[in-house]
Nanobody, 118 residues
Framework: QVQLVESGGGLVQAGGSLRLSCAAS????????MGWYRQASGKQRELVAT???????NYADSVKGRFTISLDNAKNSIYLQMNSLKPEDTALYSC????????????WGPGTQVTVSS
């Protein structure tokens, strides 16, 4: 069984920064796409950023130039550096890992709350 745990959320003023971490544990031989998603109150979950094991990244237009996703393959961990935060970035941020082997599956963390005050 694979488990994901996020950390690093909190309350920050507009213009501030936060760094989120997501660590995967369990039997993981090979990973696929990994990413961060967020869900604001009353809204659908949306993609924030994704990264492949080779380091290729993709960002939502709303966070380009402000957020940076990175990974540590040795630790099965991904990170999200969030700068120039805006009140509209307030949401529950969750990480997602696609595991390719030994057993393929798609896993979500419970999420970490990010609140940006104006």
């Amino acid at each position: 069984q694979v488990q994901l745990v996020e950390s690093g959320g909190g309350l920050v003023q507009a213009g501030g920064s936060l760094r989120l971490s997501c660590a995967a544990s369990g039997r993981i031989f090979r990973l696929g796409l990994m990413g961060w998603y967020r869900q604001a109150s009353g809204k659908q979950r949306e993609l924030v950023a994704t990264i492949t094991t080779g380091g290729n990244t993709n960002y939502a237009d709303s966070v380009k130039g402000r957020f940076t996703i990175s990974l540590d393959n040795a630790k099965n961990s991904i990170y999200l550096q969030m700068n120039s935060l805006k009140p509209e970035d307030t949401a529950l941020y969750s990480c997602n890992f696609a595991v390719r082997s030994p057993v393929s599956g798609n896993y979500w963390g419970p999420g970490t709350q990010v609140t940006v005050s104006s």
